[in-house]
């Protein structure tokens, strides 16, 4: 019984959206959780919690509200960071775009800036219970309501990105953030991620960061 599932969703939006009970191409059904998110899925197909913080990607892609499908198209934004993010399922994200995801030995997030992956739970029920054990760290709660009680609610397909990266030294504070559509964002910081991939801990970086498209 997936408890802290049960206890995840009633603090969360409804569905965003419609259908449920949809298939998911056969390459997905290669990850050993993809039941476990079928599951999920099924039961609230898409969701936000913590006001936006947490964004959990539909089935499909409806209007501007993207779906797991494309959004693990390879030619996106998975593509840009090389071979940093293959072999994952990405299925939610963080109010700054950091990734959720399903590889072979259960829930990892992914850092969009390093493109690091960090285990974090065994299946779908033990990351809702982490999820809402720690969402403050976990979602970026506190920086997604400051920064909304200023500025208003993030649109669909956005989410709140560092003027300068976390991993150069950016603060976490809302006057750091700027709204950003989702796929410009990420592919963004795949150039980041590119050039910090060798770099030793604690060395000097100086970051090329690139024009948005």
């Known amino acids: 019984m997936s408890i802290f599932l049960e206890k995840l969703l009633p603090v969360c939006s409804g569905d965003i959206s419609s259908g449920k009970g949809q298939k998911l191409p056969a390459a997905f059904h290669d990850y050993p959780l993809i039941e476990d998110l079928i599951n999920l899925l099924n039961k609230r197909n898409g969701f936000y919690g913590f006001e936006s913080a947490l964004h959990v990607f539909p089935f499909q892609t409806d209007g501007e509200e993207i779906g797991l499908i494309d ?6 934004w998975i593509e840009c960071y090389d071979d940093l993010a293959r072999n994952a399922l990405f299925f939610a ?15 990892y997030s992914f850092d969009p800036e390093t493109g690091a992956f960090e285990y974090l739970a065994r299946d779908i029920n033990e990351w809702c219970k982490i999820i809402m054990e720690d969402y403050d760290v976990l979602t970026g709660y506190p920086l997604a309501n400051a920064w ?10 956005y989410r709140l990105v560092p003027k300068v990266p976390f991993v150069a030294g950016g603060e976490y504070e809302p006057d750091n953030l700027y709204l950003e559509k989702s ?11 590119l050039q910090i991939r060798d770099v030793p801990d604690g060395s000097n970086i100086q970051l090329r960061l690139i024009d948005k498209d």
């Not at 959004?71 to 996106?76: G, M, P, R, V, Y």
């Not at 994200?93 to 829930?107: A, H, L, M, N």
């Open 71 to 76: 959004w693990n198209d390879n030619s996106l």
């Open 93 to 107: 994200e963080d109010v700054f775009g950091g990734q959720f995801c399903i590889k072979q030995k259960g829930i």
């Open 148 to 157: 909304q009680k200023k500025h208003g609610p993030i649109p669909v397909g």
């Open 183 to 193: 796929t410009v964002a990420i592919k963004a910081r795949a150039n980041i991620a």
